[in-house]
């Protein structure tokens, strides 16, 4: 079974977040600041013996590894960002491909959408924008993939490399665009590429991925809220419109709802009840998720995770992708999505809890070789 943890990178300095968020800023700086925003909310998240580590240390990263591998990962999907050509919080993974000491399997996920003040704002703003490019960005960017595609350590399906892609629906061409780099890739002595989609493409009868990644909690999420939404956006808009209408008040700050929050059990049952319609999907998992440290009450809580539950829930999966699915891949948020609460990661409160919640699922599944 090949668990395969989404690995974020933005944990160093860049001069681009230097500029938009302040000098110094990592995703730690939002770790830090997070604050419980009711009764029980484990709030903030303190990485075990504060270990709050710059990944430029490539000793942080053999750590990684090490843990990792110890408790039964099988490799990392670690996010890429690529914008026609200008690159951010590339050099871990650049550093990762020029050390063959970080002997863990890992993959890239192009995470092509803007990079918005989104967590930050109310408004977003752009910070830097993403375009679909043409051929001729299309070849740089397959340059720059190509070491990668090429590294022994670099994960394969039937002996093509993953490449896996954040949100497909973005770029209305992207099936020209996958079939020029599974060509060139053929033309450098590959047997092809093997294309994921992070979140479902929304005409998946002809999409051109070979993979379609559950990516949890988001899709369950979703799922979930999609028909409750409009609702709720409605009812709010009608109450603030009346108000301001009888009593002539700006009530455009105007709270109507609090924090939303959803129970753990509720969601990875959701997940586990998914129905397998065709042969590309791939199960998800998730460890925890909490984005109130990006988003305060702007964004919700799943409640009630802890190492037991994690360990039942990914049992069940685990069995679900072998069985249901006929799958051995399954895709975890997050190895170090600390921000959003979805790290395998110790912390100061369960320690190495979910990492041995990860390792004895897979040990009494039959899926962990010591």
Same mark, same amino acid.
């Not at 702007?298 to 994690?310: C, L, M, N, Q, T």
């Given at each position: 079974?090949?668990?395969?943890?989404?690995?974020?990178?933005? &944990?160093?300095?860049?001069?681009?977040?230097?500029?938009?968020?302040?000098?110094?800023? =990592?995703?730690?700086?939002?770790?830090?600041?997070?604050?419980?925003? +009711?009764? /029980?909310?484990?709030?903030?998240?303190?990485?075990?013996?504060? #270990? !709050? *580590?710059?990944?430029?240390?490539?000793? =942080?990263?053999?750590?990684?590894?090490?843990?990792?591998?110890?408790?039964?990962?099988?490799?990392? %999907? &670690?996010?890429?960002?690529?914008?026609?050509?200008?690159?951010?919080?590339?050099?871990?993974?650049?550093?990762?491909?020029?050390?063959?000491?970080?002997?863990?399997?890992? %993959?890239? %996920?192009?995470?092509?959408? @803007?990079?918005?003040?989104?967590?930050?704002?109310?408004?977003?703003?752009?910070?830097?924008?993403?375009?679909?490019? =043409?051929?001729?960005k299309w070849e740089e960017h397959f340059q720059y993939f190509l070491?990668?595609?090429?590294?022994?350590?670099?994960?394969?399906?039937?002996?093509?490399?993953?490449?896996?892609? !954040?949100?497909?629906?973005?770029?209305?061409?992207?099936?020209?665009?996958?079939?020029?780099?599974?060509?060139?890739?053929?033309?450098? /002595?590959?047997?092809?590429? !093997?294309?994921?989609?992070?979140?479902?493409?929304?005409?998946?009868?002809?999409?051109?991925?070979?993979?379609?990644?559950?990516?949890?909690?988001?899709?369950?999420?979703?799922?979930?809220?999609?028909?409750?939404?409009?609702?709720?956006?409605?009812?709010? #808009?009608?109450?603030?419109?009346?108000?301001?209408?009888?009593?002539?008040?700006?009530?455009?700050?105007?709270?109507?709802?609090?924090?939303?929050? +959803?129970?753990?059990?509720?969601?990875?049952?959701?997940?586990?009840?998914?129905?397998?319609? @065709?042969?590309?999907?791939?199960?998800?998992?998730?460890?925890?998720?909490?984005? =109130?440290?990006?988003?305060?009450?702007?964004?919700?809580?799943?409640? $009630?995770?802890?190492?037991?539950?994690?360990? +039942?829930?990914?049992?069940?999966?685990?069995? @679900?992708?072998?069985?249901?699915?006929?799958?051995?891949?399954?895709?975890?948020?997050?190895? @170090?999505?600390?921000?959003?609460? $979805? *790290?395998?990661?110790?912390?100061?409160?369960?320690?190495?809890?979910?990492?041995?919640?990860?390792?004895?699922?897979?040990?009494?599944?039959?899926?962990?070789?010591?």
């Amino acid at each position: 079974m090949k668990t395969i943890a989404f690995y974020l990178p933005q &944990f160093h300095t860049i001069p681009e977040n230097d500029e938009w968020w302040g000098k110094g800023f =990592t995703e730690w700086v939002n770790v830090k600041k997070a604050k419980p925003l +009711y009764k /029980g909310h484990y709030q903030p998240r303190v990485p075990l013996n504060e #270990n !709050y *580590y710059n990944l430029l240390d490539v000793d =942080t990263m053999k750590w990684q590894v090490k843990l990792a591998k110890k408790y039964g990962l099988y490799g990392f %999907c &670690f996010y890429h960002y690529w914008f026609d050509g200008k690159m951010l919080l590339e050099k871990p993974v650049d550093n990762y491909l020029k050390n063959k000491e970080l002997d863990l399997p890992f %993959c890239l %996920c192009w995470a092509n959408e @803007n990079w918005t003040n989104g967590w930050a704002a109310q408004k977003p703003q752009i910070l830097i924008g993403q375009t679909e490019g =043409t051929e001729q960005k299309w070849e740089e960017h397959f340059q720059y993939f190509l070491p990668f595609f090429k590294d022994e350590r670099y994960i394969k399906e039937d002996g093509k490399p993953l490449l896996v892609i !954040y949100k497909p629906d973005l770029f209305p061409h992207i099936s020209d665009m996958l079939s020029y780099w599974d060509k060139r890739s053929k033309e450098e /002595g590959l047997k092809g590429l !093997y294309f994921a989609a992070q979140l479902k493409p929304q005409n998946d009868t002809h999409s051109p991925f070979d993979m379609h990644i559950e990516y949890q909690p988001t899709n369950a999420y979703i799922e979930m809220t999609k028909t409750r939404n409009p609702v709720l956006k409605s009812i709010k #808009n009608l109450i603030k419109k009346m108000a301001a209408t009888v009593f002539h008040m700006d009530l455009e700050g105007m709270k109507v709802k609090k924090l939303p929050r +959803y129970s753990y059990d509720d969601m990875w049952n959701r997940i586990l009840s998914i129905s397998v319609q @065709n042969d590309k999907q791939v199960p998800g998992a998730f460890v925890d998720w909490d984005n =109130t440290a990006r988003k305060g009450e702007r964004g919700y809580v799943i409640d $009630g995770a802890s190492p037991e539950k994690f360990k +039942y829930y990914m049992s069940k999966q685990i069995n @679900n992708a072998k069985y249901n699915y006929k799958k051995n891949y399954i895709f975890i948020f997050a190895w @170090n999505e600390w921000a959003e609460s $979805g *790290y395998l990661e110790p912390d100061e409160k369960y320690g190495y809890g979910y990492l041995e919640a990860l390792r004895d699922a897979l040990r009494e599944s039959g899926e962990f070789n010591e």
